[in-house]
């Protein structure tokens, strides 16, 4: 079993469900394939708002292990990079959440662990 938790713009939020980033992830689509055949579980929904920290705490108590930063994040965060890098200190990350694995205006940027070193990966 996979515990993942999507990470999405505290913004996007006023007017977006999450039904893009629900629908790949239901369908194990998009960014979600990769889990095709496995057990996985969403943990946590949450916004880029607020302490975005304690959140992140919270979601490494719960076990989980990859955090999706989503798409429009990668579009619009200022710090889309930044904080890709910075999350990928404690989880392995997956930059985007639905639609193309190539960002239309940024590089879709994941971070995976493999054997303890850590590897950046430009989409
Ligand atoms: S990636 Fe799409 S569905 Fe997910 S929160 Fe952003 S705008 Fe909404």
Known sequence: MVKIAILVREETTAKCTGKGCLKSFNGKTESFQRYKGME???VGFFHSGGDLEYKLAK????????IHVSTCMR????????LVEKI???????????????GKTRKTVSVIHMENVRKIING
Do not use: I, N
């Open 40 to 42: 996985v579980e969403l």
């Open 88 to 102: 990928s200190e404690q989880f392995d990350v997956v930059g985007y959440t639905h639609g193309s694995e190539e």
């Open 59 to 66: 979601m490494k108590e719960a076990g989980v292990e990859v």
């Open 75 to 82: 579009a619009k965060y200022p710090g889309y990079r930044e």
